[in-house]
């Protein structure tokens, strides 16, 4: 009678396992399964960057990044700015930033000034729903968007 208790409750224990490995495989808390591809679509809007002192800062002067799969583009305060980017996973690289060099009254030429200075430094992305933050190679948050 033992030998037959034991079939009924051996069925289950594939299914155990199988759950145990299934979480084992779950997602992990580095932002690693993050799709390049979510960066592309509606445009993105600064809503903050860290300023030089370290601290978060609202940033309301039009900076906006459109992401096209291997070109970044967009207005950095005062002028049009464009650059290639590479991603895979929540990894990001650019390449050279060329933009226009119009001269623009403060605060447009402060922000975009940091802002490009800090786009150089750029390491990791993670998008969640509308907003996205691109941090630096210390996982440190710089940059801070909204989706428009």
């Keep these: 009678m033992s030998a037959r208790r034991v079939r009924r409750r051996w069925p289950f224990a594939p299914i155990l396992i199988l759950a145990v490995v299934l979480s084992a495989c ?32 609202i940033v309301d002067v039009g900076v906006n990044a459109e992401f096209d799969g291997s070109t970044m583009s967009g207005i950095s305060g005062c002028n049009r700015y464009n650059t290639s980017y590479e991603a895979s996973g929540n990894e990001i690289s650019f390449g050279p930033i060329a933009g226009t060099q119009m001269a623009c009254p403060e605060p447009q030429m402060s922000a975009e000034a940091r802002y490009l200075e800090l786009l150089e430094t750029v ?20 940059l801070q968007f909204a989706r428009s």
């Excluded at 779950?26 to 960066?39: I, M, R, S």
């Excluded at 969640?128 to 710089?142: E, F, L, N, Y």
């Design 123 to 142: 390491a990791t992305f993670e998008v969640d729903g509308r907003s996205m933050s691109m941090s630096d190679t210390d996982g440190t948050p710089i």
């Design 26 to 57: 779950g997602g992990d808390d580095e932002g690693g399964a993050q799709d390049p591809a979510d960066l592309e679509g509606d445009p993105w809007v600064l809503t903050q960057m860290l300023n030089a002192a370290g601290e978060s800062e």
